[in-house]
């Protein structure tokens, strides 16, 4: 069994040919995907700015091989962010990721006296 690594990936992009009922939805529906809402999960977390209705970001957590490294993360995140968009009727263009693998990643601590 190859060893696994948990990864946050925040894939970004830009609305793009977005019709008027998907804009009037995402407007409506703003208030619900602030910065309040910003959470990584296997879902993934869709945030964005009502004005101006440009770009938005989401956040997953992917569980893979550790073998396939940040690469296939980022992939993983990026398909997931394609079929909810897509299945929401929203168009978007310009999905760039960027990954942090929770397991290799070093925690500084501060010293007890400095904190």
Request: proline fraction near 2%; charged fraction near 30%.
């Amino acid at each position: 069994m190859s060893e696994r690594h948990t990864y946050r990936v925040i894939v970004r992009g830009t609305w793009a040919g977005l019709t008027e009922q998907a804009r009037d939805r995402l407007l409506t529906e703003a208030a619900e995907h602030g910065m309040t809402s910003m959470r990584f999960t296997e879902e993934g977390s869709l945030s964005y700015e009502a004005r101006p209705l440009k770009h938005f970001s989401m956040r997953y957590v992917v569980v893979s091989d550790a073998a396939d490294g940040e690469e296939m993360a980022a992939a993983l995140a990026e398909e997931r962010a394609q079929a909810r968009l897509s299945g929401l009727g929203y168009g978007f263009t310009g999905l760039k990721s960027t990954v942090t693998d929770l397991d290799t990643m070093k925690i500084n601590r501060k010293p007890a006296a400095r904190r």
